[in-house]
């Protein structure tokens, strides 16, 4: 294979690549992203794929970043139905029906969405300064707090109970909102 300057653009994957799409007829792969097309067929998920430089691919990450943060709250919605039959399930003998708990998922997660919304617009407003991070964890650290306290007067239980229910809920919560941020990142690169 020839040698090329160390400035081309030009990778000996590339031609390895295009080899297997002239000899074999079928997509190769880039390394960079894989997936089928319906997932990746996003605007920044092509970016990824195609970037040549560092720079490139570092643009195209930050893209699909973006876009997967645009996602979330749509995952996080659809997840409501989730958090409230945990909920259900955690006080299944209270009697209460599983609306009450989606009405009670809804308040917290509206509470949480506000608090970002405040974050977001500090960051905004002020152009990132430097306070505004140690205000957003100071923020950001309500949420729990008003979680807690929430749970505790809603529920009516004590507070050794409601704790131990809220760690459970975090932990089965957390490892559901991993699958959610998974289903942004396919939805944002499919999308976005």
Same mark, same amino acid.
């Given at each position: ?19 297997? &799409?002239?000899?074999?007829?079928? @997509?190769? %792969? +880039?390394?960079? *992203?894989?997936?089928?097309? #319906?997932?990746? @067929?996003?605007?920044?998920? =092509? =970016?990824?794929? %195609?970037? +040549? ?6 643009? /195209?990450? #930050? %893209?699909?970043? +973006? ?11 659809? *997840? ?12 299944? =003998?209270? @009697? ?6 989606? $009405?009670? /998922? ?15 617009? *500090?960051? #905004? ?16 650290? &309500? !949420? ?8 505790? =007067? ?5 507070? !050794?109970?409601?704790?131990?229910? $809220?760690?459970? &809920? %975090? #932990?089965?919560? @957390?490892?559901? *909102? ?8 396919? &939805? /944002?690169?499919?999308?976005?």
């Amino acid at each position: 294979m020839a040698s090329y300057r160390p400035d081309s653009l030009i990778r000996p994957f590339d031609i390895e690549t295009a080899a297997e &799409l002239v000899i074999n007829g079928e @997509g190769g %792969s +880039r390394g960079t *992203l894989n997936g089928p097309d #319906w997932l990746l @067929g996003g605007e920044s998920a =092509r =970016r990824l794929r %195609s970037a +040549r430089t560092a720079t490139e691919r570092n643009d /195209a990450a #930050w %893209s699909l970043g +973006r876009d997967v943060i645009a996602q979330l709250p749509k995952v996080i919605f659809l *997840l409501l139905p989730v958090f409230a039959l945990l909920l259900k399930l955690l006080y299944i =003998r209270n @009697g209460w029906y599983y609306a009450e708990h989606l $009405v009670f /998922a809804l308040h917290t997660h509206a509470f949480a969405f506000v608090i970002f919304t405040v974050v977001a617009l *500090l960051a #905004w407003g002020t152009g990132g300064a430097a306070w505004v991070g140690v205000v957003a964890t100071a923020f950001q650290f &309500l !949420i729990p707090v008003y979680f807690v306290v929430a749970m505790k =007067r809603v529920y009516a239980q004590g507070w !050794i109970k409601t704790l131990v229910k $809220v760690y459970l &809920l %975090s #932990w089965m919560y @957390g490892t559901v *909102l991993l699958g959610g941020v998974a289903l942004a990142v396919a &939805l /944002a690169a499919a999308i976005g």
